[in-house]
């Protein structure tokens, strides 16, 4: 792992302007790692967290030890108009994969609201085991720049440096969610849907209301891959996707076995941040 210098603002300096540098929160292990691990080296770091308002309630406590950690504050950016908001403005019909109005008017134009018009350096958390790209700003001024890939961090480097900080990792992870974000988020897995029923049953309870009242707005929605919560949620159905999640983990498991190590600490893992 490297503790070298570093630094972007070269990059920045085409326009003249001396840039900002901004990294966004996501209540998730990469970005919180990448604060800790910029912290001493970039000490005009603005950090912001893009509150959508349908957070676990844990993360605000884990954006709060973060910050006691960074010594500095981390700015909540949590956006004029609320997720029901703009639920309405899109006419009940709820944010999926293939219409993710969510993360645009959650996450991007509120970070787009902070950032203005000046340059800016975006530190951003993808490390260098994951094989996907951002979901970012494309706006000429902000400069998205990549330090984990850049340094060749990879997820047991991620794990190390929110241990050694005493942060640790994010309370999601504790019971097996894979990600941040909204309690709904429609990229949770189906054992992640079981979890968050047996972990945080009033969530999952909300989440399914926002299925319910989507049929009030003639939309035939389901959040998980085309199964309704209220299937989902019967006992038997829960064994069957717990049984299921054992089975595919047993093969994995004996596949892992013959893969480099890189791959077993986390090529085959999602990224944490689902806005990434
Ligand atoms: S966490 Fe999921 S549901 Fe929430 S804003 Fe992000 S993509 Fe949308």
Known sequence: MSHGPISYAHLGAASGAEPRHILSLSGGKDSAALAIYLRDRIPAMEYIFHDTGKELPKTYDYIARLEAILDKAIVCTTPEDSFDHWLAVYRGMLPSNHRRWCTRMLKLKPFEAYVGDGPVINYVGLRADENRTGYISTKPNILAVYPFQDDGLVRADIIRILEDSGLGLPPYMEWGRSRSGCYFCFYQQKIEWVRLLETHPVYFDLAAEYEERAVQHGQQFHWCQGEPLRELRRPERVQQ????????????????????????????????????
């Open 241 to 276: 996707i717990h049984e299921n999640w054992e089975r595919s983990e047993a093969r994995r498991e004996a596949t892992r076995k013959n893969l480099p190590l890189v791959e077993t600490l986390g090529g085959l893992e999602p990224g944490d941040d689902p806005h990434l």
